[in-house]
């Protein structure tokens, strides 16, 4: 079955940088677009970076003003999360998804799913 | 950018009970694009509606979304224990920002 593992989480003090891996096994990686996506401490869902399947077009939200880098290897079936210049309110659980997408009556709906267990970077001095 | 606003924030019912469930959007949105999610504390969230109104595989049939433009709504029927969560809804277009809304917390009451 289709499952996403997220690693490479723990604590950062701030100005530093982590990287966060998705391993993901059960489909086809490299035909699939992906996200990542945050939760801080009891909040909401807030979208960060999604990447095409093919690796070329990549997009980040906007609040994170260039800081983070969404990448992916399709080789070793991976998602990459870069972060880099980290601050306090980074501190969140980090979830890599896939985009789930099907075509009904000649309509393509979209989604996130499934989703990974998360990984948590806490940034504190 | 399109912005989800969600309500209640907190929904207390009873098992057994109908909730329902209200997004809204800032300005209109197609059907194809509206997503809804479940996410029970320490998991990761799921898809249970995907295109405003089709049910995830899955999901039980007492979910149920609707809604088109601006309004939108989540269904549950009868309320099962293990229902009780946060739900989100979700704008997924064609170019990002893709926003959630603020969730909606359905509890015990």
């Known amino acids: 079955q289709v499952q996403l593992v997220e690693s490479g989480g723990g604590v950062v003090q701030p100005g530093g940088s982590l990287r966060l891996s998705c391993a993901t096994s059960g489909f086809t990686f490299s035909n699939y677009d992906m996200h990542w996506v945050r939760q801080a401490p009891g909040k909401g869902l807030e979208w960060v970076a999604f990447i095409r399947d093919d690796g070329v077009n990549k997009y980040s939200a906007d609040s994170l003003k260039g800081r983070f880098t969404i990448s992916r290897d399709n080789s070793k079936n991976t998602l990459y999360l870069q972060m880099n210049s980290l601050r306090a309110e980074d501190t969140a659980v980090y979830y890599c998804a896939k985009v789930f997408s099907i075509v009904e009556a000649g309509t393509v709906m979209w989604g996130f799913g499934p989703w990974g267990q998360g990984t948590l970077v806490t940034v504190s001095s | 950018e399109i912005v989800l606003t969600q309500s209640p924030g907190t929904l207390s019912l009873s098992p057994g009970e109908r909730a329902t469930l209200s997004c809204r959007a800032s300005?209109?949105?197609?059907?194809?694009?509206l997503a809804w999610y479940q996410q029970k504390p320490g998991q990761a969230p799921r898809l249970l509606i995907y295109?405003?109104?089709s049910t995830a595989t899955g999901i039980p049939d007492r979910f149920s979304g609707s809604g088109s433009g601006t309004d939108f709504t989540l269904t549950i029927r009868r309320l099962e224990p293990e229902d009780f969560a946060v739900y989100y809804c979700?704008?997924?277009?064609?170019?990002?920002?893709?926003?959630f809304g603020q969730g909606t917390k359905v509890e015990i009451k």
């Open positions: 979700q704008w997924y277009g064609s170019s990002p920002p893709w926003t």
């Open positions: 295109g405003a109104s």
């Open positions: 300005q209109s949105v197609s059907n194809s694009y």
